[in-house]
């Protein structure tokens, strides 16, 4: 287990921790050694330091710790664990579950998805918990734009200085274009404008504005970056990371990957009602 290692005898990751992530998180292939052995301590701390429970006929695996550990890792990475002094407990769930419809925004509950959800964040030293289904499913494939573990972790980032009110602790310089930013593109999602990269559930409220830009940002950063630059700028800006460059970096180095498939779906001539791709 992670968590009994000595603070002495952490230098780099396990091997077997880095077997997982190679293979379940795409966010971890995209990452430089050195960001990879940043994220490997933070996670460690974070499995260290907070408390880990299974819910009810779950059991954490080290591949359930290590998934989970890291993407909520992935958000510090350039801020450091003190942002997640707040996370009472981290617990992890086989899968969705049922939740009645709360209200968002207030000091209370923050669902993601009200009725059945993947994942909630509770106040202050209040507990954090995600669906493992989502949380697996999601971090093998990201381009879906979904992230239940960068959503829920986002909350608690957002929550630190005391509201959830989507607007994290910034620097004060920062804080006049963050607002003016965020509300412009929030408002766009709720009149229906704001085009198709955030899902609509951005729109419920401030806070999760920020959860779902977050998701956005850092699983089709290159698509935001594109189609919202301030948006993606000022967020660039609070996660001092550029995924959107991750992205790219990826892309040509793996060439190799990405170029059959282009030619298998486009040299092909297929009649107009084929269901093929
Ligand atoms: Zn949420």
């Not at 050195?34 to 006929?57: K, S, V």
């Not at 899902?199 to 935001?224: C, K, M, Q, S």
Request: with cysteine; proline share 5%; net charge negative.
């Amino acid at each position: 287990m992670f968590g009994r290692r000595k603070r002495a005898e952490r230098a780099g990751l396990p091997d077997a921790w880095r077997s997982i992530l190679d293979a379940r998180s795409v966010h971890w292939r995209l990452l430089d050694p050195g960001e990879r052995d940043r994220l490997g301590e933070l996670a460690d701390w974070l499995l260290r330091e907070r408390r880990w429970e299974a819910a009810r006929d779950f059991e954490l695996t080290d591949e359930v710790r290590t998934l989970v550990s890291a993407h909520a890792s992935l958000l510090v990475l350039e801020l450091g664990e003190s942002w997640y002094d707040e996370v009472g407990a981290v617990v992890v769930r086989a899968g969705a579950m049922d939740r009645a419809p709360t209200l968002s925004g207030g000091r209370g509950i923050v669902t993601r998805y009200p009725g059945v959800i993947d994942g909630e964040a509770h106040h202050d030293d209040g507990p954090l918990m995600v669906s493992w289904a989502a949380a697996r499913r999601e971090a093998a494939q990201p381009r879906w734009g979904r992230d239940v573990v960068l959503h829920e972790f986002a909350h608690k980032l957002d929550m630190l200085d005391g509201t959830l009110d989507g607007t994290p602790r910034l620097d004060d310089e920062a804080v006049p274009r963050w607002v003016k930013v965020c509300t412009n593109h929030f408002e766009a999602v709720r009149e229906g404008t704001g085009g198709r990269i955030l899902r609509d559930y951005a729109g419920t409220n401030a806070a999760e504005f920020f959860a779902v830009a977050t998701e956005t940002f850092f699983t089709r950063p290159i698509e935001l970056q594109t189609e919202k630059p301030d948006l993606y700028d000022v967020l660039a800006g609070f996660y001092r990371q550029d995924p959107a460059e991750r992205w790219r970096r990826a892309a040509v180095a793996t060439p190799v990957v990405s170029q059959p498939r282009i030619v298998v779906r486009y040299a092909v001539p297929r009649p107009v009602d084929s269901t093929g791709s």
